[in-house]
């Protein structure tokens, strides 16, 4: 009795950790992970890149957008959008300590709302407690051009969010 338990404790676990592997492989390749930074801003970036697929990115919600206007957005997929400052920083002109922050967006037509949270261990979906808000900038939202089909994050002299024809730029400084 005792071994026929064990076999089938040890094949739930084989099937368990089967199963955990089988989502890390296949939800990477929807929406995968991905580094981005830049020396000159002391910035780094890790977020998710889900695809356009023809779908309505940016919108209102009675039409189905993915992403509504005004409503809180994780700036990407899965788990919440982090950056991370190695140097103070302005961003938007506004002070910030260096460390790691989530970064989550209200987007708008004409600008988006930008803020940047204390709280990092967190599941993106969930919009996170705004009391925990360390900065919150608006800036403005460029639309048209030709549609980026994966959601982008990027650095010139700025950050810069594209996706489908939506682009935003957040001014970074190094203090």
């Known amino acids: 009795m005792k071994k026929k338990i064990v076999i089938v ?3 739930l676990v ?3 950790a089967g199963y955990a ?5 296949v939800g990477s390749k929807k929406s995968p992970k991905d580094t981005v930074s830049s020396d000159a801003l002391a910035t780094s ?3 998710c890149r889900p695809y356009k697929k023809e779908r309505l990115i940016f919108g209102d919600e009675a039409k189905g957008a993915l992403v509504p206007y005004g409503k809180y957005w994780r700036l990407g997929a899965n788990a919440a959008t982090a950056i991370t400052f190695s140097k103070d920083v302005t961003f938007g002109n506004k002070p910030v300590k260096a460390g790691t922050y ?3 967006a209200f987007p708008g037509q004409t600008t988006w709302k930008v803020n940047l949270n204390s709280d990092v261990d967190r599941w993106g979906a969930s919009e996170p407690d705004h009391s925990k808000d360390v900065v919150s900038i608006e800036v403005p939202a460029e639309n048209g051009g030709a549609p980026v089909e994966q959601f982008t994050i990027s650095f010139t002299d700025k950050m810069l969010f594209a996706w489908d024809t939506t682009k ?3 001014p ?3 203090k």
Not at 21 to 25: N, Y
């Open 9 to 11: 404790v040890a094949l």
């Open 14 to 16: 084989v099937i368990i």
């Open 21 to 25: 592997a089988w989502l890390a492989l």
């Open 45 to 47: 970036v890790t977020y």
């Open 102 to 104: 989530s970064m989550h």
């Open 168 to 170: 935003v730029a957040v």
């Open 172 to 174: 970074i400084a190094v």
